[in-house]
T-cell receptor
Framework: DTEVTQTPKHLVMGMTNKKSLKCEQH?????MYWYKQKAKKPPELMFV???????INESVPSRFSPECPNSSLLNLHLHALQPEDSALYLC?????????????FGPGTRLTVT | GENVEQHPSTLSVQEGDSAVIKCTYS??????FPWYKQELGKRPQLIID?????GEKKDQRIAVTLNKTAKHFSLHITETQPEDSAVYFC????????????FGAGTRLAVHP
């Protein structure tokens, strides 16, 4: 399996809702990432997990809460979002070490906050 | 802070022509340089990468060159085809461990039949 998968593909939520995005990889990668991408912009790093521990939080608002239950799974819990949080949320993974740096992206979740 | 500049922002070529996209990075410690292609509505797809101990790398119609002294790297696409139309992002990072990619702003390439 050489893919990163994400669910759901699309999500519409109100500002008072709580929802979660899910990401899964079975490539044995030990680093996993959450990115936010706005239209016509590059991906913007939000969080990095390395060996299931949070290694980077790029000053992301607390209404976004990441979780790494195991080495294959990554969640992003959403609560009290704002309309400006509407974007494509991408998950990625990389081998970490072993002389390999390639980072592979999932298909993303298109989030709309109403 | 760390920064990657990418030019041009848009590029329009005729099918069969070559296309060149250029990036400049600021962090001298960067040693891993991937290129991603993103079609409309799709995920960024890694198409080629290069490490600082290599000056050039080719894969069929695409090639990447790196000038460490000038902190420049470039993507070359030869014999362009309409399916090459997409947004291309360059990135730079320090390899080893997890990988914090610093992305360029992107180049929208249009290949006209």
């Amino acid at each position: 399996d050489t893919e990163v998968t994400q669910t759901p593909k699309h999500l519409v939520m109100g500002m008072t809702n709580k929802k979660s995005l899910k990401c899964e990889q079975h490539m044995g990668h030990r680093a996993m990432y959450w990115y936010k991408q706005k239209a016509k912009k590059p991906p913007e790093l939000m969080f990095v997990y390395s060996y299931e521990k949070l290694s980077i939080n790029e000053s992301v608002p607390s209404r976004f809460s990441p979780e790494c239950p195991n080495s294959s799974l990554l969640n992003l819990h959403l609560h009290a979002l704002q309309p400006e949080d509407s974007a494509l949320y991408l998950c990625a993974s990389s081998p970490e070490g072993q002389g390999r740096d390639e980072q592979y992206f999932g298909p993303g979740t298109r989030l709309t906050v109403t | 802070g760390e920064n990657v500049e990418q030019h041009p922002s848009t590029l329009s070529v005729q099918e069969g022509d070559s296309a060149v996209i250029k990036c400049t990075y600021s962090d001298s410690a960067s040693n891993y340089f991937p290129w991603y292609k993103q079609e409309l509505g799709k995920r960024p797809q890694l198409i080629i990468d290069i490490r600082s101990n290599v000056g050039e790398k080719k894969d069929q119609r695409i090639a990447v060159t790196l000038n460490k002294t000038a902190k420049h790297f470039s993507l070359h696409i030869t014999e362009t085809q309409p399916e090459d139309s997409a947004v291309y992002f360059c990135a730079a990072s320090r390899s080893g461990g997890y990988n914090k990619l610093i992305f360029g702003a992107g180049t929208r390439l249009a290949v006209h039949p």
